[in-house]
């Protein structure tokens, strides 16, 4: 990992003395020595970050060495930063002071020259006790990863990810058996247990029995939710609530005040009335579980069933004594190899030779992997970017290591035997510039579903990520997160319209492993709020990134202490949303104490007020205070110059007043307004020429001329206000812009017509989403290869319409929403045959004058889920839907009971939908 380090700070140095030879005047000399020392040091550290174990100076030099390199990019980022807020001075102020100057600028340069001397001067040393200890330098290509590489590989394992597993082999039988189980003519409440060691595959086949066909038709609602081992009763219950619901934004926000008891009640009742499935993922103690049962309807006569996933017998026998237990058998040898074979080896790369060798390393590896999926699954996504037979040779080599130093027992002892050696090899074989963004992972909570968009601007904020000509830094970032799925180190989540991931996660094992390396390399700390800052340690003493995971028990007077702040660069909290209260004199301390601070998330915690001292913090590249009620972003933000991300979101009604301060932010990359706000003058834009995503602009809010010299903009969300310019006018101004658009979203709150014919401008646009009535939609629209999801709120549409949207030829997301009675829709909705040959998931919702639908047979062939809701004068499910086989789920919401009565079993339009796995009604 220092290694990482150590190639970043050195290219950092080397931009700054290419773009900023200006500012570094009277230093330079020295900022290019110390270059030079860290890009010969750089070939010290692969020999000594492989040898690291073997002995503790090593380790102790390699730490120093990490800190030495943050230290010389603090120091010199640092001077520029503060020539340059200089020089923006007023001159009338610098020609009255300018002896005083003079003299102090002498002896500032005198410090920063001393620092980085004694900085080179640290850095020599290390090396040469790296040189004593026998440590040589390599050379070595291994930081880049490979965009071909990537193409390649992307369609093997990213393209087409889904929430249950594909490659699964071996636990056939056991997911029939416990389905069947789960189907039983019990009266009682039952609870199936699936009990085993980590990485033994119970979550797999968990996932398998929830996505059961059969499990699918019985049941009418279902939750899943994972237990971390911080079990919080109330949170877990809430969650359960909610998704059996499937509760809307209102009803979220009622849950979230009831009390543990109401919770609990309104769930035993819903339990009692409905066939509910729920499932819990990895419960901990016995203590977790008595937290919980409370809401659950224990030996009382319910259809409903639960269905847990524990490493602990005792937790699977306390539980429910007279339900079923099932342990996962591990996989046999041509288990073992039929799941390694899937991911490892494509044949139609090799020659039978190439072939035949790796399958002989392969299988004598297997051997140590205890027919364990995970380990096998890590194992093998860590071969599949190998190529040859000597890389499989050198991994084999390495394995037999890992095993003779017994790597287990150095992490966790015999619970995890046979699985985290080959988690710590795929650690280890990362590329070097890979390393620091998984280590960034451990961050997160356990189970924490991920955003990808948010996880890439934190790695590019970290200065992880370098750019690439052909690239922005957000795809180089996107294919370092592709290549972390492709080794099976990271599980995506949720996918988006074009099938790309927006969510991840960490494998608990996973994650084991990530928050241990990130301690060990000095990386990244997390302490729960009530502890001190200053009682966690570091083996060098420099804290650089600190995590704070808040809970439901924390308290907002909890001590907090920040002596050891004067390193720092990331501060990130982690709270339950509108749950914390902000602490202000903590506020007011970070940003006194933490002046190197690049990454600060205050997320979901009410009451913060940004001091004034905010822009203090000159090296920001990153801050959200997103659900955060700030009334006021302060003025002195816009000494932030090297800001990327800015997010201000806050989606209830008070205003939030934002100052002219963008204007000097020529390094931002993403904008984030409040959903209401207000402004004494109009923002100045038009220099922000690295801006991709503009969110919350209101059409008034900025010269609309700035916005054509935006060029960078991807993502734009514009508010079209009653009293000031049409929206025409404003796609007009931006029309220049719009060529490189790829996600426009539009919202009016009146009766603004929206032309749609210049989106004709938008050939790369995939995601449309208009909150407002159109006038019509573009005959033209089918030329657009990459519209994949559409929602139109309000529109006016006529049947015409519908076909044009049949023919998008890309379209997998289609939303349509009269939202009240502000748009139209025709009584009749037609689709064709062939008509809307690739849409996936399908929204009728609001549609107060739909009385018919029809499909043809050939319609919709690739519909998988269908939401239907508030469609009050619809009188039935068309006939063409039993034709629609890939349809796996149909929720249906606020539909009259008569329509409803017609689909359940024994109703008149039940043989139009059986074949569908989910019918759920909310």
């Not at 070939?43 to 030099?61: H, M, P, S, T």
């Not at 200089?86 to 005198?110: H, N, P, T």
């Not at 710590?424 to 620091?436: E, G, Q, V």
């Not at 301060?661 to 690295?690: C, D, E």
């Amino acid at each position: 990992m220092a290694e990482a380090v150590v190639a970043f700070v050195s290219e950092r140095l080397a931009d700054f003395i290419v773009q900023q030879v200006s500012f570094l005047k009277g230093v330079g000399d020295q900022v290019k020595h110390a270059q030079t020392k860290l890009q010969l040091m750089q070939c010290y550290l692969k020999d000594a970050d492989e040898r690291q174990g073997d002995n503790e100076v090593i380790r102790f030099c390699i730490a120093n060495i990490r800190d030495a390199a943050y230290d010389l990019e603090d120091v010199v980022e640092t001077f520029a930063l503060k020539v340059a807020s200089q020089r923006r001075g007023s001159m009338k102020i610098v020609l009255k002071r300018i002896s005083g100057r003079i003299m102090k600028e002498g002896v500032f340069l005198y410090k920063i020259g001393s620092e980085i001397d004694k900085i080179t001067g640290r850095i020599s040393e290390l090396r040469d006790t790296l040189h004593n200890y026998k440590i040589q330098p390599i050379t070595w290509n291994g930081g880049a990863t490979s965009s071909s590489s990537f193409e390649r590989q992307q369609d093997q394992r990213l393209t087409y990810p889904h929430v249950v597993e594909r490659d699964v082999v071996g636990l056939e039988d056991d997911v029939k058996m416990l389905a069947m189980q789960l189907l039983k003519e019990e009266k009682c409440f039952e609870v199936v247990s699936i009990w085993g060691m980590a990485g033994s595959g119970k979550t797999t086949i968990a996932k398998q029995v929830y996505h059961h066909d059969e499990v699918r038709r019985y049941f009418d609602c279902f939750a899943w939710v994972c237990i971390s081992q911080r079990c919080q009763g109330r949170d877990i219950l809430e969650q359960i609530l909610i998704k059996l619901t499937s509760a809307t934004k209102e009803q979220r926000k009622e849950i979230g005040q009831m009390k543990k008891d109401e919770i609990a009640e309104k769930l035993c009742t819903i339990f009692r009335e409905r066939k509910c499935m729920v499932v819990l993922d990895d419960i901990w103690t016995c203590e977790a579980w008595n937290s919980l049962k409370v809401g659950f309807p224990i030996k009382e006569e319910t259809k409903s069933r639960m269905l847990l996933t524990t490493r602990n017998k005792v937790v699977a026998s306390h539980a429910d004594e007279n339900g079923l237990l099932h342990q996962p058998h591990p996989l046999d040898d041509d288990e073992s190899w039929e799941l390694f074979e899937k991911i490892a080896i494509s044949g139609s790369d090799h020659t039978n030779s190439e072939t035949n060798a790796k399958k002989e390393l392969g299988r004598k590896m297997l051997q140590h992997c205890a027919g364990l999926p995970l380990a096998i699954s890590v194992l093998a996504g860590l071969l599949a970017r190998k190529g040859t037979v000597g890389e499989w040779e050198a991994v084999y080599n390495k394995v037999n290591v890992i095993i003779r130093r017994g790597t287990d027992q150095e992490y966790r002892g015999e619970e995890y035997e046979g699985t985290l050696w080959v988690l710590a090899l795929s650690y280890d074989n990362l590329p070097y510039r890979i390393k620091p963004c998984f280590l960034y992972l451990s961050q997160f909570p356990e189970d924490y579903e991920i955003q990808v968009k948010r996880l890439t601007q934190l790695w590019i904020a970290e200065g992880f990520i370098s750019s690439a000509s052909s690239e922005t830094m957000e795809d180089v970032a996107y294919n370092c997160l592709s290549e972390l799925v492709e080794r099976c180190m990271v599980q995506v989540g949720k996918t988006g319209s074009t099938k790309k991931a927006k969510t991840c996660r960490l494998h608990d094992l996973m994650r084991d492993l990530c928050v241990l390396k990130a301690k060990e390399e000095n990386f990244l700390i997390i302490v729960p709020f009530s502890t001190s800052i200053a009682t966690s340690t570091t083996p060098t003493g420099n804290l650089r990134r600190l995590a704070i995971h808040v809970d439901r028990g924390s308290s907002e007077s909890a001590p907090r202490r920040h002596e050891r702040g004067d390193h720092l660069r990331s501060l990130l909290y982690f709270v339950p949303r509108y749950f914390f209260h902000c602490n202000k004199e903590l506020i007011r301390s970070m940003f006194k104490d933490f002046k190197l601070l690049r990454v600060l998330k205050l997320e979901d915690i009410l009451g913060v007020e940004l001091p004034s001292t905010i822009g203090n913090l000159l090296h920001l590249r990153f801050l959200s205070l997103k659900n955060s009620n700030m009334k006021r972003l302060p003025s002195s933000v816009s000494k932030l110059i090297y800001l990327q991300t800015l997010d201000l979101r806050w989606d209830h009604w008070a205003e939030v007043e934002i100052p002219n301060v963008f204007r000097n932010m020529g390094q931002l990359r993403h904008l984030y307004l409040p959903s209401k706000h207000r402004l004494s003058v109009k923002l100045s834009l038009a220099t922000l020429l690295n801006l991709q995503t503009l969110v919350n602009i209101s059409s008034g809010d900025c010269d609309l001329n700035g916005l054509a010299h935006l060029t960078s903009l991807r993502k734009l969300f514009v508010k079209v206000r009653r009293d000031s310019e049409n929206l025409e006018e404003i796609l007009t101004c931006t029309s220049i812009i719009l060529n490189r658009l790829q996600s426009l979203s539009v919202y009016s709150n009146d009766d603004t017509k929206v032309p749609l014919t210049i989106l004709l401008s938008c050939c790369d646009i995939y995601k449309l989403q208009l909150h407002a009535p159109i006038v019509e939609l573009p005959e033209k629209l089918h030329n657009y290869p990459n519209l994949t999801k559409i929602t139109l709120r309000g529109a006016h549409l006529k049947q015409d319409d519908i076909e044009i949207l049949e023919k998008l030829r890309s379209l997998r997301m289609l939303f349509l929403d009269n939202f009240g009675t502000l748009g139209t829709f025709p009584d009749t909705l037609f689709c064709s045959a062939g008509g809307f040959g690739y849409l996936e998931f399908l929204t009728l919702s609001g549609l107060s004058g739909l009385k018919e639908w029809r499909v043809e047979n050939g319609a919709l062939p690739s519909l998988c889920r269908l939401y239907i809701d508030d469609c009050s004068l619809l009188e039935a499910i068309p006939e063409g839907l039993q034709y629609v086989t890939a349809l796996k789920e149909l929720a249906i919401g606020w539909m009259p009971d008569t329509f409803c009565s017609r689909l359940r079993e024994g109703g008149v339009d039940f043989y139009k939908v059986q074949h569908v796995p989910t019918v759920k009604f909310t």
